[in-house]
């Protein structure tokens, strides 16, 4: 159904610092798929794995989970209001409904989470009727699929894990899911992939009623078991060609259908901007749980260790750091499509050493037309193609070698 999109004003996103996002990773995945840099294992090449994890391990990473909670949510406890919890990973929709409410129940006794965004992310093979209901049942209220592609060829050239008949089921599970803010992961530019194959997965996707849509361009991440296979010439490059032309073309078609391009690989309809991923986008703080986590508390960040059993054998003991925002703010915000209120810039900028010449710069962009300035700052159309130039010129104003 195409919408008119909502008037300007409606569309300013505001910072919501003094509240708490709360992300969980859970770290297994059925497959690791050989293009991915995301901490996770695979449970086929575990002991006792296959294609659920056992339940030792799913009451081995509850018990740790709680336990790391429980170390860190006092360093928390002054924002008192979480509105946003996220369930992601590996593949957290192997994680069992029950092991969800059980984390789901120990967040709601600490904080107020009425009203929080609540999302499992995961794969199809584990998005039946039976696990949304379930999910909808304890209160998750936003679920996000990965599906990559609904062609089987470019399923096994990106090495996914590939069940026929739950991919075939997909589309009316999807139209008929009773959780109604529903997202969806798409890839495009996979060698083999066409055009028109990623645009009818895509179109028949949104036939589904989805409220969001991320679509990533395949890149060889370094350090990946697909990057060394593109370097030693064994396997194809992605297509950056047809990548280039997509990225182009991707938020008209998807304004015509009334999605909000609000993020570089991000649209939604409006009123379903993802706040998961504004949290990371505007700065705010997050209380990350799991191997492979990063949390903030909106001043230091920790990182969990990217394995399993070092995570398990001491959670919660990764150390407090300081970083520099000077790099990082530039990193987050510049990112945002969408117009961001003055006082939000002015209250990120004003604690910097050279805040003010970051404010200068803003303006400065405005006055070359490449962005409004006025009570708000939003990039003009166009600006994703100039975007990694814009984050440099602005961390080097902000942090001069
Ligand atoms: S399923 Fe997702 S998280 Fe797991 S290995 Fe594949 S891309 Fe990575």
Request: aromatic share 10%; glycine share 8%.
């Amino acid at each position: 159904m195409k919408l008119p999109l909502p008037a300007h004003e409606d569309l300013i996103v505001r910072r919501q610092a003094d509240q708490l996002g709360i992300y969980v990773h859970f770290p297994y995945c059925i497959h690791k798929c050989s293009y991915c840099d995301f901490y996770s294992a695979g449970m086929d090449r575990m002991p006792g794995g296959g294609k659920t994890v056992p339940v030792s391990d799913l009451e081995s990473f509850a018990a740790q989970a709680q336990l790391e909670y429980q170390s860190r949510r006092d360093q928390f406890k002054k924002f008192g209001r979480v509105n946003s919890i996220f369930f992601g990973g590996g593949t957290a929709s192997l994680l069992p409904a029950e092991y969800v409410d059980r984390l789901l129940e120990l967040f709601r006794s600490d904080f107020d989470t009425e009203g929080a965004e609540i999302t499992v992310e995961g794969n199809p093979e584990n998005f039946s009727p039976t696990y949304i209901e379930s999910l909808a049942r304890i209160g998750v209220n936003r679920i996000h699929v990965g599906v990559q592609s609904l062609h089987e060829h470019t399923l096994r050239d990106l090495d996914r894990y590939y069940d026929r008949d739950r991919y075939s089921a997909l589309i009316e599970t999807l139209a008929h899911s009773r959780i109604g803010n529903r997202g969806v992961d798409l890839m495009y530019g996979v060698p083999n992939q066409t055009e028109g194959q990623f645009m009818a997965d895509l179109r028949l996707l949104l036939s589904t009623g989805l409220t969001h849509v991320s679509l990533y361009s395949l890149t060889a991440e370094p350090g990946t078991p697909y990057e060394a296979a593109v370097r030693k010439k064994k396997a194809p490059s992605p297509d950056e060609d047809l990548q280039a032309k997509l990225f182009q073309e991707l938020p008209e078609f998807l304004s015509h259908e009334g999605f909000i391009h609000y993020e570089v690989s991000n649209f939604a309809r409006p009123g379903f901007l993802c706040r998961h991923n504004l949290r990371y986008w505007l700065y705010e703080p997050t209380l990350a749980i799991g191997p492979g986590a990063h949390g903030f508390d909106g001043s230091l960040r920790y990182a969990n260790p990217r394995n399993v059993i070092a995570w398990q054998n001491s959670p919660a003991t990764s150390p407090m750091t300081m970083h520099d925002p000077s790099l990082e703010i530039p990193l987050c915000i510049l990112r945002i499509l969408v117009p961001i209120a003055r006082e939000d810039l002015e209250s990120l900028f004003a604690p910097l050493d050279r805040g003010e010449q970051g404010m200068m710069l803003l303006q400065k962009w405005a006055n070359q037309g490449l962005a409004d300035f006025t009570g708000h700052f939003q990039w003009k159309s166009g600006a994703v193609l100039f975007l990694d130039d814009r984050i440099m010129e602005m961390q080097e104003v902000l942090s001069p070698a």
